[in-house]
């Protein structure tokens, strides 16, 4: 069993900075792809982005240029780093683990705030 917790948000203003941690349970990097999601109150959860088997990274055209995703094997931790950030990117933010293979298990994180103030 996987587990996930996420750390880092908080509230800031329009334009300034968080970086999100998410910490996994043993060594899963490698039988995993490693995702960032996030629900706004009212909308669907949605991608953010995502280090995808082979360590290729894709980002939402909302987080393309202001955040970065990535990931210490060593500490089994994955980071969101979030740039200039605007009032729309108020949500919460998971974690997500999927495996590999085609019928794989998923697991989530519980969840942190990201909260920005204009």
């Known amino acids: 069993q996987v587990q996930l917790v996420e750390s880092g948000g908080g509230s800031v203003q329009a334009g300034g900075s968080l970086r999100l941690s998410c910490a996994a349970s043993?060594?899963?990097?490698?039988?995993?792809?490693m995702s960032w999601y996030r629900q706004a109150p009212g909308k669907q959860r949605e991608l953010v982005a995502e280090?995808?088997?082979?360590?290729?990274?894709n980002y939402a055209d909302s987080a393309k240029g202001r955040f970065t995703i990535s990931r210490d094997n060593a500490k089994n931790t994955m980071y969101l780093q979030l740039n200039s950030l605007k009032p729309e990117d108020t949500a919460v933010y998971f974690c997500r683990a999927r495996e590999f293979s085609p019928f794989g298990a998923t697991y989530w994180g519980q969840g942190t705030q990201v909260t920005v103030s204009s």
């Open positions: 280090i995808i088997r082979g360590g290729s990274a």
């Open positions: 043993g060594s899963i990097f490698s039988r995993h792809t």
